[in-house]
């Protein structure tokens, strides 16, 4: 191991590092000058863009903006709330499963975001410690991302194991019913977590000081007729991701097409992922009428590039060092990962944990494992491995320390000593083990 490639690896990193301070356009713009250093410097051949994945993004914060346009997304979240206002003393369990649905169905933990709040406040009147279910709440919906279709993370997967013969719908079925186990191992992790609320010092320290008031009138269900509109939004929505599954299932129904070469080729996932989205975005837009000002509106959109250049410029520079380098790490460390391959997995917890995003998690080293001959079944059981972010707290985490009102949800003195690890290493772990016994199905 020569000098250039310890300092071409410490150019890697150090971008890493200054991009995650940031965010995803740090991320991108950081992975950026990486780029311009290897490429211009040290000469390197710039990797192929990841252009299957960006375009895969793309289209579908497209359509859940325009859905949002339609008020498709604001319709969920009152959802949501009817049903943990109608079972409080279950939240633990029901506020993940409506968290983590968003994510499924959306592709994005934005929606989810406004329903914190209410599990916050419905658990505390229900005399529950709200630390167990808005912990284990903002998890789930943040890992949720590996289990749904829409999902940046799971385009990626689609484009990088789509050569491997690994389609969507073997995606799917081996990692949302693996997710769904994960999400109840992290719910029984803190079913019982801490003091009863009530027993809670702090939460008595400010009753006592008058510091908190329950807020019961705020929560209260207000029934509103719903516009016929926004159900079209929603039912249009569905029909989409619908029509995406049915077509992952039934290949042999995709267009085929007679190439140069003489072989027949079929409609790609990636291709097929991309139309149907916008297809589906244009007639929401038409049949839920949506003023042409309101399309432009939309905060989905803009969170969504957001993310589209995190994972265009970190993915492009660690790309090029892999191909780069490519023998090396073929040579150096097939032997390991052809005897011990799930050991994959704690490189991909360990990258995520710094880059802070499961997609670009994906597209950095996802191609790196099929490189080294780790068999396809084998990277969609550690795909749950992509979701390390939660071991420094991000916007969401500490956002909801600022929801519980009773103090009880906490951030530590140490940083990373905070209420999510609990159940963010329960449902990984107990996802990627679910996933191996289901994986022994499947393929």
Partial sequence: MDIIFILQLFII?????????????GLGVSGGLGMCILVLVFGMQPASLPVNVVF????VITCVSVLQSAGGLDLLVKIAERALKKKPQAIVFIGPLITSTFTIFCGTTYVAFSVYPVIAEVAA??????????????????IAVVASPMSAATAGMVAILAASGVGLVQILVVIMPAFLIGVMCACLSVFKRGKELEQDEEFKRKIMAGEYQFLAPEIQETKQKIDPKVKRALIIFSLGILTIIFFGTFTNLLPHYK????????LSTPNLIQMIMLATACLIMLFARIPANKL????????????????????????TFFEAYKPLFSDSLSHVVRDYPYLFGLALFAFSMVIFSPSATV????????????????????????????????ANQIACVAFDRTGTTKIGKFVINHSYLRPGFALIIGAVVSAYFISQIVF
Avoid: N
């Fill in 363 to 394: 597209a950095a080293l996802m191609p790196l494992g099929v490189s080294l001959g780790i068999p396809p079944h084998i990277l969609v059981v550690l795909y749950p491995c992509v979701s390390g972010d939660f071991i420094v707290p991000g």
């Fill in 125 to 142: 009147q229900a005399k529950i410690r709200p630390e167990r279910p808005l912990s284990v709440s903002v998890i789930a919906a943040g």
């Fill in 13 to 25: 990193f150090s971008m890493i590092a200054i991009g995650g301070r940031y965010g995803s356009i």
């Fill in 259 to 266: 190439l140069v070469s003489g072989e027949i080729e079929r």
């Fill in 296 to 319: 432009t509106e939309a905060s989905v959109f803009k969170s969504g590039l957001i993310g589209v250049v995190g994972v265009f410029g970190i993915a492009w520079m660690t790309g």
């Fill in 56 to 59: 895969i993004i793309l289209s």
